[in-house]
Structure formats: structure tokens, C-alpha cells
């Protein structure tokens, strides 16, 4: 399912971007008065679908200038979140079957929201139950660790991003061409990430006997830190979290020790000094770091354990080449220690309970 990624990439996108640079999903069924009209957008989902709204929340604030909230669905529907006809909220799932995700679509629709998905299966439930769609479209996922799914569900809030903004008028459109050229090079960047394998092969044989992983990120490089954290921990075992670069001196610093691998993915221009003076402040502490870094970049090997060269793109959209290498990372590493990786203990594909 790694592997399949670059062609399932070219499916979520076909139809969707036009000859002419632009985006075209008709099939969202929003009017531009609609999109005009939100005041506040809600992304809310489980597990790896949450973290995909991490990425697009990122990106719609970016683009659109709305206040987007992130929502563990668990949560949302407990916390008497402020809902009107006004708000947009988004519901990110493969299966579309999930409890808490289903529910908090319910709440929405209740209090005269308008609810949108983002969704892999055609028919489920939430497919069937909210005003507005994206279909996926990466086909049947079988392993309980979510991959392709998690990719076209960036792919496609980034799509909808671009979408929403141009009906909403908040970029022009020549944006609107200079980010579909952008996507268009999803497929392609995503069969050159995969190159990498060999390399992450190697290093997981490092990792996988350490019992503890830190990912850490600014921006965009967090919110896939914390998918990467996740995939590693559900897979192979070993104990990864992820936190914002920012936050290790915290608390979370108490724990790195010499014993500690620290895994950065280091894209964003913007807050690469920052992150590089955090990586620092773990060498000091004797942890093992290994950087995803973008290529062009200048070389962080000699602060760092490993470098793994990752394919260059506009920083907004470096998520989706450098989540397959740390896919790929959780994998090799599982592989190493023998275990049963599309179906690891204790876990479900679909939580359809709360
Ligand atoms: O079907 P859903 O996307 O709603 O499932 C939500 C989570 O259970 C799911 O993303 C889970 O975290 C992944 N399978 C983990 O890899």
C-alpha cells in the first residue's frame, strides 16, 4: 500500500484539476455564497484522519483566512463546540464508519451546520449523511495501519483548500495555477520519495532495537511528525510521540537521554533555524537524530546522525514526499523486529464503537 501511493495519488487527483490550472470539484455541491458565508471551519476525525486535518488546517488558515479548528472527533462531540449555520465542519475517515467521527457529523447537522467529508468508502455512512464530498478514491486499504488513505486525505484537503479560496475569493487566479501546477507534482514526488527505501532500510536496523522515538517538527514538519510517530508506534511497538519542536524544553526534555532516537523532518524554511538550535539542544543531551531534509537544503549532517534527502517542493505541500519516507521508516523498522505489520495487536480497522 506504500508503494501503491503514487498511482493512487494520480486517481485522487484525476478530473479534479483542470487543463487550465484550475480545481474543479463541482461535486463538493457548495455555491460560492455558500463558502462565502462561513465564518469558521471545524476538520474533525480519529487517529490518522486527524492528523491529516493537522496538515489541513495548516493549510486552509494559509489559504482562506477563516479560523479552522482541529477536533479529535472523541472530543468535539463532548465539548459543546460553537455551531451554526455559519460553520463548516469537515469530517475526515476512510472507512467513513468511525463512532465518534459519525457522531460529531450528527451534532453538526443538528445545530444547522453545513458538514462535508472527506472520505475513502463509497456508501458508508458518512458518505451517505453529509451535505457535501470528497471521495478519496485510494481503493480498499487492508492493513489497520492507514497509508494511501492518509495521503489522499492530504491531497485532498489540499485540493479543497485551493477550491474553497478561490470561491471564497481569498487568493487569485494566478495562486489558484501556481498551486495546482504544485499538486500536479504529487504523483511524481511521491514515487521519488519512495527511492529512499533502501537508504531507511538501513538506518530502521539502527532504530529498531531502542525503545523510545521523539518526532519532533515546526508547522507542517509537526503535523507529520505526528502521523510518523503514530505509524511507528502502532507497527512496531517501540514508544514514539511527537511534539512541537518548540514545547521539548517544557517538560519532555527531562526525557532525552543517550538512549533516544529524535526524528525531525526539517522542510519549513521559515522555522528552519529554530528547529535546527532544538536539534542541538537533543544532541546535547546525547539522542541519536535523524533529519528528513528537503533537498537543496544545506546539509545538517554534521549536527545530525542521519540525513534522508527528501524531494523538493513549495514548502506548503512538503508533507505528503516526506510522510512515505517515515512510512517507510515504521515499516523497515517492524520488518526488523519481526513483526505482524498489517495487523498489529490490539487494534482495528474500523472503530466503529466508541
Ligand atoms: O476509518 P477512519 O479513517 O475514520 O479511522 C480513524 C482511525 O481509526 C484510523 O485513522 C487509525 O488511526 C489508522 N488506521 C491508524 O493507522
Keep these: 500500500e506504500i508503494h501503491e501511493q503514487p498511482s493512487i495519488i494520480k486517481d485522487a487527483l484525476r478530473g479534479r ?3 487550465e490550472d ?3 470539484l463541482e461535486e463538493m455541491n457548495l455555491t460560492p455564497e455558500q463558502v462565502r458565508k462561513f ?3 471545524y476538520i474533525v476525525a480519529c487517529g490518522t484522519a486527524y492528523y491529516a486535518g493537522c496538515v489541513g488546517k495548516y493549510f486552509f488558515e494559509k489559504v482562506l483566512g ?4 482541529v477536533d479529535l472527533a472523541s472530543e468535539f462531540r463532548y465539548r459543546g463546540p460553537i455551531l451554526d449555520d455559519k460553520s463548516l ?3 475526515i475517515s476512510q472507512s467513513g464508519e468511525t463512532a465518534d467521527t459519525l457522531a460529531a457529523i450528527r451534532l453538526a447537522k443538528q445545530c444547522g451546520s453545513t458538514t462535508a467529508a472527506v472520505v475513502n468508502v463509497v456508501g458508508s455512512s458518512l458518505y451517505r449523511e453529509c451535505d457535501s464530498l470528497f471521495h478519496t478514491k485510494a481503493g480498499p486499504e487492508i492493513c489497520v495501519a492507514s497509508t494511501k488513505a492518509y495521503i489522499t486525505q492530504v491531497i485532498g484537503l489540499y485540493v479543497m483548500g485551493v477550491y474553497l479560496a478561490r470561491a471564497r475569493g481569498t487568493i487569485t487566479a494566478e495562486q489558484e495555477k501556481q498551486f495546482v501546477r504544485e499538486i500536479r507534482k504529487f504523483p511524481e514526488m511521491a514515487e521519488k520519495a ?3 527505501e533502501a537508504q531507511i532500510k538501513e538506518i530502521a536496523k539502527d532504530l529498531a532495537p531502542k525503545e523510545h522515538a521523539f518526532f519532533l517538527g515546526r508547522g507542517l514538519d509537526y503535523a507529520v511528525g505526528l502521523e510518523g510517530a503514530l505509524k511507528l508506534k502502532e507497527i512496531s511497538y517501540i514508544h514514539a510521540e511527537a511534539y512541537a519542536a518548540g514545547e521539548m524544553k ?4 527531562a526525557l532525552i537521554t543517550k538512549d533516544t532516537w529524535v526524528i525531525v523532518p526539517v522542510t519549513q524554511e521559515h522555522v528552519r533555524e529554530k528547529t535546527i ?3 542541538k539542544e537533543m544532541q546535547a543531551r546525547g539522542a541519536t537524530i535523524l533529519a528528513f531534509q528537503k533537498e537543496g537544503d544545506p546539509s545538517l549532517a554534521d549536527v545530525v546522525d542521519y540525513v534522508v534527502w527528501v524531494p523538493k517542493m513549495d514548502d506548503l505541500f512538503m508533507t505528503v514526499p516526506t510522510m512515505i519516507p517515515l512510512q517507510l521508516l515504521a515499516y523497515w523498522t517492524s520488518e526488523t523486529l519481526g513483526r505482524e505489520i498489517d495487523q498489529p495487536r490490539n487494534l482495528a480497522k474500523s472503530v466503529t464503537v466508541e
Aim: charged letters at 10%; glycine letters at 4%.
Design 17 to 19: 484539476l483542470t487543463s
Design 22 to 24: 484550475t480545481v474543479n
Design 39 to 41: 465564518n469558521r471551519i
Design 66 to 69: 477563516v479560523p479552522v479548528e
Design 89 to 91: 465542519v469537515i469530517a
Design 194 to 196: 519512495l527511492e529512499t
Design 250 to 253: 517544557h517538560g519532555p526534555l
Design 277 to 279: 538550535s532544538n536539534i
